[in-house]
Structures are given as structure tokens and as C-alpha cells.
């Protein structure tokens, strides 16, 4: 499963408190879903915290987001760890500073051996660039351009293990994917809702479990009947 976690400015402004404040909101309520995810036994959640793009919002707001990461580090990840939250970063990690690069590593060194939930943050994430850097791997891997295929490709992604995404879920209300996961959410089923992501709770994670239930996945095949 993946979420777009969406809606944090929205949320703080309907709310009258700054946007900082409505990406506070939105880390606890990643902390909440992904306990709401253990619940439902889900056993891989990826979500969208920063994107490549991110970067061209005011400079204040950045920095916002660089430290509420660091505080989401310190004060949320651990407690997830204890419930067996296994945390991974998705992303370039060449423009993160080093400081937190650094706490980015430790968490996932310290929580390598957790198995009940597997949690990666797309962070610095964006899917093009994760398909430029997978090809420019092949090329220094010298692999001969009639080698080049879709296992090829995949093995070469930030990170070959993480499977194919069943379902993507975006919160605020958008109907787009915002250069999210490209390449894993090719057969995804889609449910959006209007929720903004820091009201995102526990029954709204249920209710989209329940939309995906309900679809009919087909690969391209004939629908039997
Ligand atoms: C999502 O909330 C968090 C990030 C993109 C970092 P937004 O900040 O995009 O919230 P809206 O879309 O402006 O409401
Ligand atoms: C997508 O949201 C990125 C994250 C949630 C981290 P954005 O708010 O950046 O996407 P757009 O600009 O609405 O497409
Ligand atoms: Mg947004």
C-alpha cells in the first residue's frame, strides 16, 4: 500500500495556524495510520513525506520540513519501532544534509531486524528521477542494451525489494499521482478521498481498504465472467 499524504497546508490554513503547524499535524497522523496499518495487518506502507519538487517551496518551509523529519526520528519512529516498524527511506540522498542523512541511516540500521510492518518514506523521492538513476545504473553496470529488460530495470530502482503497489491511496482531494512511485504503481488501484491528510485517521484507512476489496483487478486479461 502507498499514501500520498496530502493536504497539510489546506489544513493548517482552515485551521488558522501556520503551515509548519499543519505539517506537524501530519506527521502525527502518519504515526496513527501506520498503528492503524498494523491493525489491518498490513505488512508494506510506503508514503509520500518530500518530493523532488518540494524543494521549490519557500525556503523557511523547507527547513520546516528537514527538522520536523529529524523530530519524526526522535519522537515517533522509535515508538513505531517498538510495535515492530521496520522504517527505510526512499530517495536521492545526495541533497539531504548531512546531519540528518545521518539520522536517516541510524534509524534504518536500528530498525533493520523489525518485520511486523515494513515503512518506507519517500523522501527527496520523485519517480522520474528514480527512473533516471535506474537507467544511468544499468549503463555503469554495463549491461548490453538487448539485456535491458523489466527485471533489469526494477533491480536497479532505490529499492528492488519493495513490491508492486496494490493500492494508492491520496488524502486532500487531488486526482493526481505528483511524480510518486511510477514505476510500482503501474497495476495500482487508485482510491482518493477529500479527507486532508492530518484528519486522515484509522476508519478512513479501513474505508479505503474496503473500496480496493470491492475492485476487480484485471492485468490487461480478459474479465472472466
Ligand atoms: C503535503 O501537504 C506535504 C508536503 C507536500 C510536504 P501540502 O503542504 O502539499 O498541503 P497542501 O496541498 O498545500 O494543502
Ligand atoms: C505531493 O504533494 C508530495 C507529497 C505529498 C510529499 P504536493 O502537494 O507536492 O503535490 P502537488 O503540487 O499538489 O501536485
Ligand atoms: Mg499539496
Redesign the pocket.
Known amino acids: 500500500m502507498a499514501i500520498?499524504?496530502?493536504g497539510n497546508?489546506r489544513w493548517a490554513e482552515a485551521h488558522g495556524v501556520s503551515v509548519a503547524e499543519g505539517h506537524r499535524a501530519g506527521a502525527r497522523a502518519l504515526r496513527r495510520v501506520v498503528e492503524a496499518a498494523i491493525d489491518l495487518g498490513i505488512e508494506t506502507l510506503a508514503v509520500?513525506?518530500?518530493?523532488t519538487?518540494?524543494w521549490t517551496r519557500p525556503t523557511d518551509e523547507v527547513a520546516d520540513l528537514m527538522v520536523l523529519l529529524s523530530e519524526t526520528i526522535d519522537e515517533e519512529l522509535p515508538d513505531l519501532a517498538k510495535q515492530g516498524v521496520r522504517t527505510r527511506f526512499l530517495g536521492r540522498r545526495d541533497r539531504i544534509e548531512p546531519w540528518l542523512e545521518q539520522k536517516m541511516r541510524l534509524l534504518e540500521a536500528r530498525t533493520a531486524h523489525l518485520d511486523t510492518l515494513h515503512l518506507w518514506i519517500?523522501f527527496d523521492y520523485g519517480g522520474r528521477a528514480e527512473l533516471v538513476e535506474a537507467a544511468r545504473r544499468l549503463i555503469e553496470d554495463g549491461v548490453p542494451a538487448e539485456a535491458v529488460d523489466e527485471a533489469a530495470l526494477a533491480a536497479r530502482l532505490y529499492a528492488p525489494e519493495l513490491a508492486e503497489i496494490d493500492l494508492l491511496i491520496r488524502a486532500s482531494g487531488?486526482l493526481?499521482i505528483?511524480?510518486?512511485l511510477l514505476w510500482q504503481t503501474a497495476y495500482a488501484e487508485l482510491v482518493f478521498t477529500d479527507t486532508l491528510?492530518p484528519d486522515f485517521d484509522a476508519s478512513e484507512l479501513a474505508r479505503a481498504v474496503d473500496a480496493y476489496s470491492a475492485r476487480q483487478r484485471r492485468f490487461g486479461a480478459r474479465a472472466l465472467r
Open positions: 500520498i499524504m496530502d497546508g509520500y513525506a518530500f518530493s519538487e518540494n519517500a487531488e493526481r505528483s511524480n510518486f491528510w
